[in-house]
């Protein structure tokens, strides 16, 4: 697992090395104590208000290489912070405890495994954590998909590799989708089931 600027292991996570300290970053502890993340951080860039990444922390799931530091960068022009995770096993009880303390998870489908382990976690994290924005990357799709048509498994997919402008329409796209699927999730939900009559 890689960590952003300032960032150190919680207890429960092993195999993770702190990034070398940042005399730069401001320490942001009221914020870290209230999500309870003070033994995963105890710094982190300052953030400012917005509209694309207002809870300002997202987690990838993939390779910690180049790549990952890219992303950790636009999303840092999105005004949120990018955790790396690159572990063996999706820490997926933990993603699952501060889902709503996450903007976005951007899970990297060629590092997590085969397709099919790629869509058992997509549906069970959907099921488990409905308010997750998941944004789904691959190289092995035909194109991006903005639109809410696996609304089931993802928000948004994006073919890899991509720019900061498509990661940018893939977030904002992924509000919307995220939005659109809870609405739809409600009123499946909440609508009166109705019987055959006669039967």
């Known amino acids: 697992m890689s960590m952003q600027k300032g960032m150190f292991p919680d207890a429960g996570l092993s195999g993770v090395e702190p990034a070398a300290h940042d005399h730069d970053t401001k320490a942001s502890t009221g914020w870290m104590k209230q999500l309870g993340l003070m033994g995963l951080s105890s710094e982190m860039f300052t953030l400012r208000s917005n509209k694309l990444c207002p809870k300002g922390l997202s987690v990838y799931l993939g390779p910690s290489d180049?790549?990952?530091v890219g992303y950790r960068?636009?999303?840092?022009?999105?005004?949120?912070?990018?955790?790396?995770v690159s572990e063996e096993e999706p820490p997926v009880e933990w993603l699952?405890?501060?889902?709503?303390?996450?903007?976005?998870?951007?899970?990297?489908?060629?590092?997590?495994?085969?397709?099919?382990?790629?869509?058992?976690?997509?549906l069970y994290l959907r099921r488990a954590a409905p308010g997750l924005k998941i944004v789904l990357i691959s190289s092995q799709v035909r194109n991006d998909d903005f639109t809410a048509e696996r609304m089931m498994a993802c928000d948004a997919t994006l073919k890899a590799p991509f720019d900061r402008s498509r990661l940018q329409e893939a977030f904002e796209a992924a509000q919307e989708n995220s939005a659109y699927y809870n609405r739809v999730r409600q009123m499946t939900q909440l609508s009166p089931r109705i019987s055959p009559s006669g039967a």
């Not at 999105?78 to 790396?84: D, K, R, S």
Request: proline residues 0%; aromatic residues 12%.
């Open 96 to 122: 699952l405890k501060y889902a709503d303390k996450l903007d976005f998870l951007l899970l990297d489908s060629d590092y997590v495994g085969d397709v099919e382990d790629v869509v058992d976690l997509c």
């Open 66 to 68: 180049s790549t990952s």
């Open 73 to 84: 960068d636009w999303v840092s022009q999105f005004g949120g912070n990018l955790m790396v």
